[in-house]
C-alpha cells in the first residue's frame, strides 16, 4: 500500500467521534501508516484502535495512547478536535473558557513535545480562537496552523443545490470567509451556479431575495439542523474535511475550500478568520479575497465580530494583550 | 473525480452508525457517484444525506428515501445493515426471528424491485442466516449474494500482532471460516506469521497452548470487547469491511478475507458460511479450503452448528424445508 508519507500524524481527542472518524478516513486516504490517537479518554481510545485494527488498512501501524507527552513526540502533523462539548448548566462564556483553556494547554505541549511539528489543524469550537490560541502558545509559525471553516461553504453549496434542483457539481467556488455561522460573510459574487454568478441570480425569479435571505438562515443552522436530525452533532463531515486539509498540508490534493488561517495585512489584524487560502507542503498562506464592496462590507463585520470574541478571551487571562504576542511567540509580530 | 462506476448502490439501513459509515466510506472509495441512502427511519436518514453534502465529494450524487420501492429501483448493488438490534427483555430467539423476518421482507422487495441487481452484501446478525434468506427470497443466484464473515480473521491478525509484538503487515492470510464468534473454525495452518505457519508456532515457547486458547476467546469476544470500551457495537469495522466487498463487486481492488457465501458442495450443503472465496464482476466463487485434519474436523463442527440454525428458521416457518428451496428460488438446486 502506498502512503503519502511516513510521518506521524497525532489525532487529538481520537476517543470521539470526530476523532474517530477523522483516523479511519486518514488511513483510507492513504495519508501514512504511522498514526497514532491520543485522548485523556482511556477505554474509549482503546476501543477505536481496536476497530481501526479490526479493519486491517494494508501496512497501517496505529497506536494509541492517553499520555499526551508520548502521543506529541516526533510528531509532524496533527489534527485536534480534542474539546469539550457545551453540557446542561453551562454559558457560552463557561464553554469558551474552557475549550479555551484546553487550547491554551495543547499549544504549550505542542511547544514542549513537538516543536518541530510541521501542520496543525484545530478543529474544536470555537475554532477561530481556540485555533489562534494553539498558535499563540505553540510558537509555531502562521503558515503552520488552520482552523476548519470549510463547513459555511459546503453547507452553502449543499443549500443552492436543493434550492435550485442542481448536481452540486454544477455550483463552484462557495465561499464564505471570516467567521462561522451567523458572523460569516456570504461571498455570492465568487459562487458560480451552471456558470453564472450567483450574485447575479439573487433577487430574480430564480432565486428571489426573501428565499435567499431563508437559505443563508439553513446555511447558518446547518449544524443545529443535524443534531435535530440525527440527535447528535455532525461527525462525519468536519472529520473529512479537516482531513482533506491535512492531506493538502502533507503535499497532497489541494484543499478546495476556505481554511480558519492567522491574518495580519494591515486591513485585519491579530486575528484567526476563515480567508481563501492555498495549504501547501510549505504550510498555509492567504490569498487575494475578492468581492462586491457590500460583501468586503460583510467581512469587516465579520472580522469585528471575531475581534469582540478575542478580546473576550484576552480579558478572562487566557491570552495575554496583542502587545504581549510577540514574547509568547516571536513568530507573531 | 474518477469513480468505478455510475452504478447505482443503494444502502440499506443509511440512518444508522454502520450505514451512515458505509456510504462515507463508498465514497471516499470513489465507488460510485450514484448513492441511494435507504432507512425507514426519516430525520435521521435526512441527517446522514445533510452530512455526506457537507463533505462535499466531488461528482457525488446522494440520494436518500423511506420508500424502499425507491430505493430498490434501479439499484445494481445493494449492502444491508438494516437489522434490529438486540433490545432488553429480547431472547436471543426474538432477535433471531426478528431479523429473519426483515430478510425475508428485504428479500421479496429485492425480486420485486431489482431483480437485476449484479450484488448484494447482508451484513445484518445473523449474517450466515439473514445472508441465507435474502438470497432464497431474493431469487437471486448464489453467486449475488455474499455476508460480512471478514471480522473474525481480522480479529485473529490484531490479537496475533499485539501478543507477538509483530506489525499486522507480517501476519498474512488469518483465516476463520463456517460460523461466527464461537462457532469459528480457526486454520492457523493458513496464517504465516513472519513467514512461519502459525500452527508451527503454537505450543511453543513464542505461542503456549494457553495463550493461543486464550487469545482465541479475546476473537469470539472481540465485538463484545468494543462494546465494553466505546459503549456501542463495533461499526467502523463492519462498514469498512463490507464496502471492500462491494468494491471488489464492482471490480474493484480483490477482497483479501473469507466471504460468507451459499455452500453445496456435496460435503456442505443448503448453508450460507465463511468460506475462502473470490469476489470478483462476476460474482462470488467458493475457493478450496486446505487446512490440516484438525481443522477440517472444526469446520464441520462449525457447519453442524449453523444446520442447526438454520434448522431452528425453517422451524420458525420464516424458511420453507429444504426440499422447497428450489420453488422458492429456482437458482437453488
Chains 1, 2 share one sequence.
Not at 470555537?126 to 490560541?133: E, N, R
Request: charged share 20%; glycine share 8%.
Amino acid at each position: 500500500m502506498e502512503y503519502l508519507t511516513n510521518e506521524k500524524l497525532v489525532i487529538v481527542g481520537a476517543a470521539g467521534m470526530i476523532g474517530s472518524n477523522m483516523a479511519q478516513t486518514a488511513l483510507m486516504m492513504h495519508l501514512t501508516p504511522n498514526i497514532c490517537l491520543y485522548d485523556p479518554y482511556g477505554p474509549a481510545l482503546e476501543g477505536v484502535a481496536e476497530e481501526l485494527r479490526h479493519c486491517a488498512f494494508e501496512g497501517a501501524e496505529i497506536t494509541f495512547t492517553t499520555d499526551v507527552k508520548e502521543a506529541l513526540t516526533g510528531a509532524a502533523y496533527i489534527v485536534n478536535s480534542g474539546g469539550a462539548a457545551r453540557k446542561a448548566g453551562m454559558t457560552r462564556e463557561d464553554l469558551l473558557k474552557g475549550n479555551a483553556l484546553i487550547a491554551e494547554q495543547f499549544g504549550k505541549d505542542v511547544r514542549a513535545y513537538c516543536p518541530d511539528v510541521k501542520h496543525v489543524v484545530v478543529v474544536f469550537n470555537p475554532a477561530d480562537i481556540t485555533g489562534l490560541i494553539t498558535l499563540l502558545y505553540s510558537g509555531l509559525k502562521p503558515s503552520q496552523v488552520t482552523t476548519l471553516a470549510a463547513l459555511d461553504s459546503t453547507r452553502l453549496q449543499s443549500e443552492l443545490s436543493k434550492y435550485l434542483h442542481l448536481p452540486a457539481a454544477e455550483i463552484v467556488n462557495c465561499r464564505t470567509y471570516g467567521g462561522h455561522g451567523e458572523q460569516m460573510a456570504v461571498f455570492a459574487s465568487t459562487t458560480k451556479v451552471d456558470g453564472k454568478p450567483l450574485d447575479t441570480i439573487i433577487g430574480t425569479a430564480t432565486l428571489p431575495e426573501k428565499d435567499w435571505e431563508e437559505l443563508k438562515v439553513r446555511v447558518i443552522q446547518g449544524g443545529k439542523n443535524i443534531i435535530e436530525l440525527r440527535g447528535r452533532s455532525s461527525f462525519q463531515s468536519p472529520a473529512y474535511l479537516s482531513i482533506e486539509m491535512i492531506a493538502a498540508a502533507m503535499g497532497g490534493k489541494p484543499f478546495r475550500w476556505p481554511a480558519g488561517v492567522y491574518v495580519d495585512n494591515g486591513k485585519f489584524s491579530h486575528i484567526m478568520m476563515a480567508m481563501e487560502t492555498s495549504i501547501t507542503k510549505n504550510g498555509v498562506e492567504v490569498m487575494p479575497v475578492k468581492g462586491t464592496p457590500a460583501e468586503e462590507k460583510e467581512l469587516e463585520k465579520s472580522y469585528e465580530h471575531l475581534c469582540k470574541l478575542r478580546d473576550e478571551v484576552i480579558s478572562m487571562g487566557v491570552l495575554p494583550p496583542i502587545d504581549k504576542w510577540h514574547e509568547l511567540n516571536p513568530n507573531i509580530r
